[in-house]
């Protein structure tokens, strides 16, 4: 066994640290080592070399950050400047387009119309100025060849079809209105559905006509009724009564009657499941004049402007469009 003496006897060459920004070498240091008292194996290897890590060590550098306290590891290295500050890039909001300020003028211009049967002349004069400037921006000017654009359920939102403003004023009788008109479109199998719904404080029922239509031109579908249906009542459970109702411009006072609708209201309750249960009644429309025209003038994925016999206009929103809101 070799002694501590003899162990330092070892001669051993210095090694010079180069300082941090110093080039890196390639210099390899010889550390001579005597065989004296070592195992034979030991002796096979005269010399160790050893190569000099004399390359610039890296610098770090601590910097404060104000990360969010609920993520430990801090933003995402993408988002953290040179700085040390996180920084969130967001995109500046878009700007409307013409086309989209017009559309929400036209919706806020309808609001209140009861559908046109309640607008103004001048009212209505906005609406056809802003209708106008909508149609010669048309971003589908062939709209019977974007058949998927029509598909869906489209909201009446404003007419000039004096034809349904009978149908409208059925909104002014007593306890009696007109909750929603639209028309349902199913391009696959080229059929047409115009509903209305008419609500009172009893029961909601609706009454619809089932159509075909043909594509005859880019713009124009002419349009078939072939069956009409009537909804069964939906009785409500509970009754609501207005406190006076307004007829032939008087105000009738509905406060008397609330003992007897909460009388009956229990026996309207019972029957709600055994009327709601019955199928609509459904008839056959055999009229061969049952059927018009309609040419499409503006289209997107949320507003439709339709033209119809005798140059009648028809605004139709997609349901849930937010253009609904007022």
Not at 183 to 204: M, W
Not at 210 to 236: D, M
Request: aromatic share 6%; net charge neutral.
């Amino acid at each position: 066994m070799a002694s501590i003496s003899s162990l330092n006897q070892i001669p051993c060459k210095t090694l010079q640290i180069t300082s941090q920004y110093s080039k890196p070498t390639s210099k390899i240091s010889t550390l001579p080592i005597s065989s004296t008292n070592f195992p034979s194996k030991t002796e096979q290897h005269r010399s160790i070399s050893v190569k000099e890590f004399t390359n610039p060590k890296p610098k770090f550098t601590a910097q404060a950050t104000n990360y969010d306290k609920e993520d430990e590891w801090g933003p995402e290295v993408e988002q953290i400047r040179p700085g040390g500050v996180a920084v969130v890039e967001e995109e500046p909001p878009k700007e409307p387009s013409e086309t989209e300020l017009l559309k929400k003028q036209l919706a806020d211009s309808l609001y209140g119309t009861n559908r046109g049967l309640s607008a103004s002349s001048e009212t209505r004069a906005e609406i056809v100025e802003l209708i106008t400037q909508l149609e010669s921006k048309n971003p589908n000017p062939a709209p019977t060849e974007a058949l998927t654009l029509l598909n869906g359920k489209w909201i009446l939102a404003y007419t000039s079809f004096s034809g349904l403003f009978p149908l409208l004023s059925r909104g002014n009788l007593p306890l009696v209105r007109v909750e929603e008109i639209s028309q349902t479109i199913y391009s696959e199998s080229f059929t047409v559905q115009n509903s209305v719904v008419f609500a009172g404080p009893l029961a909601t029922t609706s009454i619809s006509t089932n159509a075909k239509f043909e594509v005859r031109s880019p713009k124009r579908v002419q349009i078939k009724f072939e069956q009409g249906i009537i909804g069964t009542p939906q009785l409500t459970d509970s009754i609501v009564l207005p406190e006076n109702v307004e007829f032939l411009g008087q105000k009738i006072d509905l406060s008397p009657f609330k003992g007897l609708i909460t009388s009956v209201q229990d026996t309207a309750s019972s029957v709600v499941k055994s009327i709601s249960s019955q199928p609509p009644i459904k008839f056959p429309i055999t009229n061969n004049n049952a059927q018009s025209w309609l040419l499409t003038t503006y289209l997107d994925d949320e507003l439709r402007i339709s033209r119809g016999d005798a140059g009648s206009v028809f605004v139709l929103i997609k349901e849930g469009s937010p253009l609904l809101k007022p």
